[in-house]
């Protein structure tokens, strides 16, 4: 991830987004509507592997799924936090967005029982492999053609 430019991470940002509007496309329609970029709140999840702001019994669960089942825990981690906040999200402008995943999202994880509940439903979390790949594809045909990705 931490390649010139922070390629890979802007790779990582790409395919979440495409997961978003692929499985919770309101939530994508309402990103965009009120541009919302994934790199606002997705950066320090995925560069911390989430123990920036969430409690370390829950982090050590987070790196445990991660060394067992590999990269693709980051977006089923996302995607969990995103599914379990949308009704929360939906609902809210650009700014409030911001202030809910800097303040409120991860007040609402420090309890062990939502915890669990975000942990079992990243556990849920379908990527299907094909699709990374395919994004992945598009993903370095954007680099070819502009030379950069804007994140």
């Known amino acids: ?17 495409r997961i978003i509007e692929d499985q919770m ?10 541009e919302l970029n994934t790199h606002m709140y997705a950066s320090q999840w995925f560069l911390t592997l989430f123990s920036a702001k969430f409690p370390l019994a829950l982090v050590y669960r987070i790196v445990d799924m991660f060394l067992t089942e590999g ?28 202030k809910y995943f800097r303040v409120a999202l991860p007040k609402r994880f420090m309890n062990k029982k939502q915890g669990q509940k975000l942990l079992s439903t990243a556990a849920s979390v379908k990527i299907k492999p094909g699709k990374v790949a395919v994004w992945e594809a598009q993903f370095d045909k954007i680099q070819d053609e502009s030379g950069v990705y804007r994140i």
Not at 72 to 97: C, G, H, P, W
């Open 71 to 98: 990269p693709d825990t980051l977006y089923k981690v996302a995607v969990s936090l995103l599914k379990l906040s949308r009704n929360d999200l939906i609902s809210q402008d650009f700014e409030e967005m911001l």
């Open 1 to 17: 991830m931490f390649k010139k430019g922070f390629q890979m991470l802007q790779l990582k940002f790409y395919i979440l987004e």
């Open 25 to 34: 496309p309101d939530l994508w329609e309402h990103f965009q509507e009120h």
